[in-house]
């Protein structure tokens, strides 16, 4: 289940509805699809996408979208610290950015300079598209990082991180997911 946040304002939703309208207002797509199938270390990109085909085929065509992978972070992952600082960089796409987690978690942040800083928690079942050109940074967590994620793609190129170097992303480094 999702949760969004609004550190400088205190804010959390949890409901699925307010979640959605809160993002749709601000042209980031979200919703939850059903995620029934659970997979071990050992399925393969196919295995994933293979499962999820009925619901990826209908949203693929109708967004233009090319291509589909995964990717599977955990705490084997190779030069995950590295890996991680990547990702925790502002940066904007030229494509969309989209994501269905079929397992885990990650923190989607949103800096949209027209209100404040907010981020969005992402669990299994959440599928979200970043628009292409938002300024955004993700955190798949400091310590046991866990996301397995579909990516989709109209061309992977669009997927290159350009960073603001606005540094924003630094004055969130503390903040941690506390539910209410």
Known sequence: MALLSIPD???QIT???EIKDFLNQRGIFFDQWSCE???NDQATTEDILNAYEKDLQPFMNNGGYETADVISINSLTDNYSALRAKFLAE???TEDEIRFFVDGSGLFWFNLETESVFNLLCERGDLI???AGSKHWFDA???????KAIRI?????GWVPHYTE???ELNYLDFKVTPK
């Open 15 to 17: 409901g699925y509805s």
């Open 129 to 131: 598209s970043v628009p």
């Open 153 to 157: 793609f109209i061309d992977m190129s």
């Open 91 to 93: 940066h904007i796409h």
């Open 166 to 168: 606005s540094k924003i």
């Open 37 to 39: 199938i659970e997979f």
């Open 9 to 11: 304002q205190g804010v």
């Open 141 to 147: 967590g400091e310590k046991n990082p866990f996301v």
